[in-house]
């Protein structure tokens, strides 16, 4: 038999908040979807070390040898990092850096660049500033023996008594660089640039009983290198002086003047890569697992 069961309000009220505490606790209850956390992109920062890192790795995995030393130049850290908004392209050049390949702090070798072209194709470009039988190397493979030296050393006229300190030899080297100029015939349309001389030299070296003191200047397009002045200071058995060299650091036509007087040149070079006679720029192609930043 059925009996009418009447519950007081205080009695519903209570049935209603303990099967509200049960709905909701309910495993099977359905619940709003969570959205996963969103992940921040990386900052300029981040992407800058990525290619920093990159960069360094990839001019790690050249060797530069010079005549019969049996050990290779040494590459160093990045001695200019550079961009060029100027570039023939919408966006430009927006990283590069320079590293120096010598031996043990003495004069370079070789002058390494590695940069990013706008369609993202990475490129590697070698400057030789050894005298003679240079062989570049990749993780062991050859990858490029020139049979064209063009940076010749030559004694600067009037040159002045070389300094005794190294601050003071310095300013002789910048107010001497600072004599040069340098015009490059730039892009296709060989566009007249009249370099930027960067005042500090990148690179300051030197070699017991041959070289008191050098340095490495650079010569640029908003910040690109297009060619490098070394200058050093010798002693010839009578006294001290300097001397001078210049090299290409682009494939484009360079013509360098020493005060009002033309002192060295070389033309446009259509060869690249393995078939340049002297000077290297050809396209790089990553190792097995090596990563291609953005």
Request: charged share 25%; glycine share 6%.
């Amino acid at each position: 038999m059925t009996r009418n069961c009447v519950l007081s309000p205080a009695m519903a009220l209570a049935f209603f908040w303990v099967g509200s505490v049960l709905l909701a606790d309910d495993p099977l209850a359905k619940k709003p979807a969570e959205k996963p956390p969103a992940i921040a992109p990386p900052t300029e920062k981040e992407l800058a070390d990525k290619r920093m890192k990159f960069m360094k790795g990839a001019l790690g995995r050249y060797t530069v040898y010079v005549g019969e030393q049996a050990e290779p130049a040494e590459v160093g850290d990045p001695r200019l990092r550079w961009t060029n908004p100027l570039d023939e392209s919408s966006t430009g050049i927006i990283d590069g850096i320079v590293s120096v390949y010598a031996h043990k702090g003495g004069r370079p070798a070789a002058v390494g660049q590695f940069f990013r072209l706008p369609s993202k194709q990475w490129v590697n470009e070698f400057t030789i500033t050894a005298q003679s039988d240079v062989t570049i190397r990749r993780s062991g493979r050859l990858v490029w023996k020139p049979v064209e030296y063009v940076c010749k050393f030559t004694d600067l006229p009037h040159s002045p008594s070389v300094a005794a300190t190294p601050a003071l030899r310095l300013a002789q080297m910048r107010a001497i660089a600072a004599d040069f100029s340098v015009i490059d015939y730039f892009g296709a349309k060989k566009t007249e640039e009249n370099l930027r001389l960067l005042r500090q030299p990148v690179y300051r070296y030197s070699e017991e009983g041959k070289i008191l003191d050098g340095a490495l200047f650079i010569f640029v397009v908003a910040t690109d290198p297009e060619c490098c002045l070394l200058l050093e200071a010798y002693e010839n058995g009578k006294d001290s002086r300097y001397r001078y060299a210049v090299a290409p650091m682009t494939i484009f036509k360079l013509e360098a003047r020493y005060k009002v007087r033309p002192v060295w040149s070389i033309e446009a070079r259509n060869a690249a890569g393995a078939g340049s006679r002297a000077y290297y720029a050809g396209g790089y192609t990553p190792e097995p697992g090596e990563t291609i930043p953005e």
